[in-house]
C-alpha cells in the first residue's frame, strides 16, 4: 500500500497505517489528536530497552514505533475476520480497540524519558488517556475502556521484582484481544519489516526537529543579547532575571531554555519592564 507523505511530517503521519484501518472519522480524529500528545522520546526509542526482548527489528531505533506497528497489524487483520466482527458488531468500539496500540506504550518510560522501561506505564498509560484532553474528544466512558485496554495489556505478567505495583489482568473480551495481539507483536521469533513509507516520514520529523532547534538557538542569541542591552541602558538586572526565572522554571540562564514558546514568553516580561 502507498502512503503519501506530507513535506512537513508530523508524528500523526508516523503511524498512518494504522490509522487508515480506523472505521469511523470520530475515533480516528480523536486517535490523531492523542498520537500529537505522545512523548517525543516513544517515536526514537527501541521497543526493547535491554535489547532482551521483542524481536531483532524492533531492537533497533525507532523499534517502539514498529512494535506499535506490528501490534496493530495483527489487530486489524483480527477484527477483519467475520467471526471476531460478529463478537464485536459495533465499528467505534472496534476502533477503541484500535487505539490501544499507539497508546498502549505511550509513557513506556515515564513522563520524562528514563533509561529503561518503567514497570508501571501501563497504568500510566490508562491515566494519561483518562485526564488527556484533545480538540476532538470522546465521552469519558470511552476513554475509560481505553484505559482499562491500555492497563491489561501485560496480560498474566502483573508483578516485577523491580517494582511494588501489581498491573491489572485483562478482564473483558476486548481487553483480551488487545493482551493476545501484544504479545504476539513482541515475541523475539515473530518478525514484521517496518512500512517504506516511515523512511519518509522520520527524515521528515528530523529535519524538522533541527530546524526547531536553529530557531531556538537564534532566539536564545537574541534574548541573550537583548538582555545585555537593557542591562547597558540602566535597567535593573535583577528585574530581567526575575522575569527569565518566572517562566523558565526558576532558572535565570537563558542557556538553560528548551523551547521557543519560552522565549516568547520571556521577551513578551521583558517589553513590560
Not at 523499534?63 to 487483520?77: A, L, P, R, S
Not at 476502533?95 to 518503567?118: N, W
Not at 523512511?199 to 538582555?227: C, H
Request: hydrophobic letters at 35%; glycine letters at 6%; one cysteine or more.
Amino acid at each position: 500500500m502507498q502512503i503519501a507523505v506530507p513535506m512537513m511530517a508530523t508524528y500523526k503521519d508516523v503511524f498512518r497505517c494504522l490509522l487508515d484501518a480506523f472505521e469511523t472519522n470520530e475515533m480516528r480524529a480523536y486517535c490523531e489528536d492523542m498520537i500529537e500528545k505522545i512523548p517525543s522520546y516513544i517515536f526514537d526509542m527501541p521497543s526493547s530497552t535491554t535489547g532482551k526482548y521483542h524481536n531483532a527489528t524492533q531492537c533497533q531505533p525507532h523499534g517502539q514505533v514498529y512494535h506499535v506497528i506490528m501490534f496493530g497489524t495483527i489487530m486489524n487483520h483480527l477484527l477483519r475476520l467475520k467471526c471476531v466482527m460478529e463478537k464485536f458488531p459495533d465499528a467505534e468500539r472496534r476502533d477503541e480497540m484500535r487505539c490501544v496500540p499507539i497508546f498502549h506504550d505511550a509513557l513506556k518510560c515515564g513522563e520524562k524519558g528514563s533509561q529503561y522501561t518503567v514497570f508501571e506505564h501501563p497504568l500510566l498509560a490508562g491515566k494519561w488517556v483518562r485526564e488527556t484532553k484533545v480538540e476532538h474528544d470522546v465521552p469519558a466512558e470511552v476513554k475509560e475502556r481505553i484505559a482499562k485496554m491500555c492497563e491489561s495489556h501485560s496480560g498474566e505478567w502483573t508483578t516485577s521484582k523491580r517494582s511494588t505495583v501489581v498491573l491489572p489482568e485483562p478482564q473483558t473480551d476486548e481487553e483480551k484481544l488487545c493482551h493476545v495481539c501484544d504479545i504476539l507483536s513482541s515475541r523475539n521469533d515473530i518478525d514484521m519489516q517496518p512500512p517504506e513509507y516511515l523512511r519518509a516520514v522520520f527524515a521528515g520529523l528530523e529535519a524538522k526537529k533541527n530546524g526547531q532547534a536553529d530557531s531556538l538557538e537564534e532566539k536564545k542569541t537574541q534574548l541573550i543579547e537583548l538582555a545585555k542591552q537593557m542591562i547597558a541602558n540602566g535597567k535593573d538586572r535583577d528585574a530581567i532575571y526575575a522575569v527569565i526565572m518566572e517562566h523558565n522554571g526558576g532558572r535565570k540562564n537563558p542557556a538553560s531554555i528548551g523551547d521557543t514558546e519560552t522565549i516568547d514568553k520571556i521577551l513578551k516580561g521583558l517589553a513590560a519592564i
